[in-house]
Every structure is written in C-alpha cells, then in structure tokens.
C-alpha cells in the first residue's frame, strides 16, 4: 500500500470539499488519515507496514473490532497540507474495499461553535464524547471534523 501516494489523491480531493462546503478558513490541521482493508489478514499485513512508518500508540477495540493509530516518524505532505497520524480500523463487514475511508481535520474552534457557525451543511454526528466528530460524504469524499488532535484524544483515552 502506498500510503504517501493515497494522501496525496485523497487530501486533493478533500481539499477540494472542504473549499466548496467554505469551511478551510476554521480549519487548522488535517492531523488523520484513516485507511480501510477488506479483511483481518489485510488489517495485519497493513499494520506491519504502518509499524515502519510509525509508531503504534493505540490498539483498542471499538464497537467490536480493534482500531490501531500509528503517529508517523515523517508527517505525509500533500496540497498544502500534512498528516502525522493514520487510523487503520479492522473491517466491519469484509465488503470494504482497500485505500482510505476518510481524512479527519481539526477545527479553530469548539465542535459545537463550528457546527453552529456551518448549520446549513448536513453533518452526520460521529465519535464519541471525548472525540465529537462531524462528518459529511459528499459523492465518496468523506470528511471529519474534530476539535481535538488525535494525539490529545489518545492521551484522554489513556487516562481512562
């Protein structure tokens, strides 16, 4: 898996959105990238990949099934703008295709003021309290929005 190479499609084309739905002035980061892989066997091989990239520094089971976060050595650049972790869930259906399931993207402000101030886009609510994140896909182009860096939300996740 080329990781730099799939950054660089999807972050294009998420920048592309994140200009057309006039939300790139609130944001101050891309700091995620989230794969996804068709299968365990898929999981384990794209992992040992992630691990020379990386370092693991979360491997916990969410909604039955593990979520590794590798912070990289070397932030991935691309369009702008760069990344310095890469989220690789195991699949939940087997029927994923391979490649990236969405880049996340970290907001000037709270959540909630964000979405306020963008109350005409349709966010579909993600996350969890700790990590609140607001979604949209628009035509396969999937987007989150969080206020927190994924190296904070794994830091509140490690205190418990």
């Known amino acids: 898996m080329n990781i730099a190479q799939l950054y660089d499609t999807a972050i294009t084309a998420a920048s592309t959105l994140i200009q057309k739905l006039g939300v790139a002035d609130e944001l101050v980061q891309n700091d995620t990238l989230c794969l996804q892989v068709p299968s365990n066997e898929r999981y384990d091989q794209v992992k040992a990949e992630l691990a ?3 370092e693991l520094i979360s491997e916990n089971e969410v ?3 593990l979520i590794a976060v590798f912070e990289l050595h070397r932030r991935l650049s691309a369009s702008g703008w760069s990344v310095s972790f890469v989220e690789l869930p195991q699949p939940k259906t087997g029927n994923e295709s391979e490649g ?3 880049l996340q993207f970290v907001t000037r402000t709270g959540i909630e003021s964000f979405r306020a101030k963008f109350c005409e886009l349709d966010f579909d609510d993600r996350g969890n309290p700790r990590n609140r994140l607001l979604e949209i896909d628009d035509d396969g182009v999937v987007v989150r929005f969080h206020d927190k860096n994924m190296g904070a939300v794994i830091a509140l996740e490690n205190l418990g």
Request: proline share 0%.
């Open 52 to 54: 020379e990239l990386g």
């Open 63 to 65: 909604k039955g099934r």
């Open 100 to 102: 990236v399931r969405h």
